[in-house]
């Protein structure tokens, strides 16, 4: 392979085009400004910048360069002439690079917090729409207690909240301007970092140019925010693949989710929930990647930082993928309430109330857990529900048994009495509903 192929990075760099253009624009300004080059080169050149970014929007292509900064010299002088050749003035790649993936992180933190908020917006219009469906809560992939399926689902919008929240984090110490460290030492021109931030709308300037051009903390953070989404994601897709199961049959996702087997004829795949799942290994194979490519890295600027954009870029375009399919995903799925009804028979989901309910007669409740154990183990016995035992076959368990056990035991009873702050009671539910939605306005 040619040596000069082997390090290019053109192929992938070439995204960043626009955010170099800025970059180059306000850098231009700057030296204008500062009288480090006279204004009227520096208009020349703008007006170049200018015209190689709606180029480049009509598709024109650059020069075939080593990477991005190159090629955007290259097709300036091509357009202005030798001119063109003054905007590198008290700068380097190094420093510009770094700025170009901070313009570019800004965009796409943007954009990915908007699709967040669209699929915390399914979430919640699914909610919504099934308030009154109960189904078996489960711990340990065990029934455990009856919960309203709109509580379970937007244990996930919270999830997204905290990832919007990792997100608007790094935004905040990304906002640093890295331009005017130059190579690693800074510059003798009489630059102004500050006018460069302004103008650029970074609220900073980066305080020391070593670590400037050597940092990539700010990717770092953002791949791992974007490894926890992931992580919420495959969490979701898996229960949407589980619930979807014949076994579980709870709920149905539309076709255009799913596709068909190549052999049996009668199947319909939870694909697009698989596939989810899956990518969020390779998110964070990015992570990883990226904090090796880090690790013992010495100071300042080395090539092996040019390996951050294959990670990142792969992760911004993973993340955006998957968010903007689970959404439409979500809100179209068709929720089965009378088979997670009937679901809440199983599994004696009442056992906690029963056992409840002799703890608010004086009973201490490790007592109580032990007489309901029993009665459960007995109904085992006799193949019946909790809800179908009689007064008097509770009392042989134990005397504080009285009629009001018995109306403790209905699905719909338990889900209303779990009334704690955060709780699945309709009310408690109906609340977080209302407090999300303020969120996500
Ligand atoms: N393409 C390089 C990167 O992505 C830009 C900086 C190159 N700097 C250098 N001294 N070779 O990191």
New binding site residues.
Partial sequence: MNPQAF?A?LSY?IRLAPYDVQGSIAHARMLAKCRIIPSRDAKRIIKGLEAILSGLGRGKRLPQE????FAIERELIRRIGPVGGKLHTAR???D??ALD?KLYLRDQIELITREIIRLQKAIVFIAEKNMDVVMPGFTHMQHAQPILFAHHILAYAWMLERDKGRFADAWKRADEMPLGSA?LAGTSFPIDRTYVAKLLGFSRVTPNSIDTVSDRDFLVEFISAAALVMTHLSRLAEELILWSSSEFNMIRLQNEFTSGSSIMPQKRNPDVAEIIRGESGRIYGNLIALLTILKGLPLS?N?D?????PPFFDTVDTLQGCLAVAGPMIATMVVRADRMRALCDRGFLAATELADYLTEKGIPFRTAHGVVKRIVAYCEGQRIRLDELTLEELRRFDTHFDSGALRVLSVDQVVHVKDSFGGTSPRRVREQLARLKKLIR
């Fill in positions: 390090i990075s760099d080593e990477d991005i900064h380097s790649r190094n510009q690079i993936l190579a600027y090539r930082l040019q390996e951050d954009k």
